[in-house]
């Protein structure tokens, strides 16, 4: 390949209109290839790089429209994962629907927190109650920590899934997308921490 079609990869990051990090990070996992040169620098082909931008782009309205279909794996989540624990087996139906409804409380704040970006402080605020409330519901279940925090990962995973599978079938994320997943994953973790503040206070005031 002629040297002069290779770029650097700040100018083909530009054109591919993501982050030099995100860009390292399609190299690493093989969906974008880069040239090495003896001094170690990475090099693309601009060739290849238009190719690819003439794939699809998700954008953030998919994504949105993407994870209001997705509730449904709350269901499937109970009947396959939580249904294989010890913990779960041991709670009465109106218990186990419970955590079902929490898990679709759980998605619907992450939709409002990318659909709505100017009211992200107060979706934040509304996470942290709900992480709260959550976490003394878990220890009023008799859970542990660990089964508790299992609950949460569960019903945290089919909001990022969304996001993982759209660059299943080809194409790429916007990079409005690309910024937006650590903004999410801030919003989970507050739910999260809020959780096991709620599950250590309620184990200190002797509750159970």
């Known amino acids: 390949m002629d040297k002069g079609l290779l770029i650097a990869i700040s100018e083909a990051s530009r054109v591919l209109g993501v982050s ?15 040239f090495i040169t003896p ?16 794939s699809p782009q998700h954008g953030i309205k998919e994504v949105i429209e993407k994870m209001e279909l997705s509730p449904s794996f709350h269901l499937q989540i109970a ?21 079902g409804i929490y898990g679709r409380k759980i998605l619907n704040l992450a939709i409002a927190y990318v659909a709505k ?10 996470g942290r109650e ?3 409330e959550l976490g003394e519901k878990l220890a009023s279940l008799g ?5 508790s925090l299992e609950a949460f990962l ?3 995973s089919p909001g990022m899934n969304v996001i993982a599978g759209l660059t299943k079938g080809g194409g790429a994320l916007s990079r409005k997308v690309v ?9 989970l973790d507050e739910i999260l921490l809020s959780l096991v503040k709620a599950y250590q206070d309620y184990r200190d005031e002797g509750k159970v």
Do not use: C, M
């Not at 939580?82 to 109106?94: E, G, H, I, M, P």
């Open 39 to 54: 001094g170690g620098h990475r090099r693309y082909s601009k060739g290849e790089l238009l190719k690819l931008i003439g």
């Open 20 to 34: 030099e990090v995100t860009l390292r990070q399609w190299t690493d996992e093989g969906r974008v290839k880069a």
């Open 117 to 126: 970006p100017r009211k992200r402080d107060e979706t934040l605020q509304l």
């Open 79 to 99: 009947q396959e994962k939580f249904a294989q624990t010890s913990w779960y087996k041991k709670l009465d139906v109106d218990s186990r629907r419970e955590l």
């Open 130 to 132: 709900l992480g709260y």
């Open 179 to 187: 910024n937006l997943i650590p903004s999410v994953n801030h919003l």
């Open 143 to 147: 859970l542990s920590l660990s089964d």
């Open 154 to 156: 569960w019903h945290r």
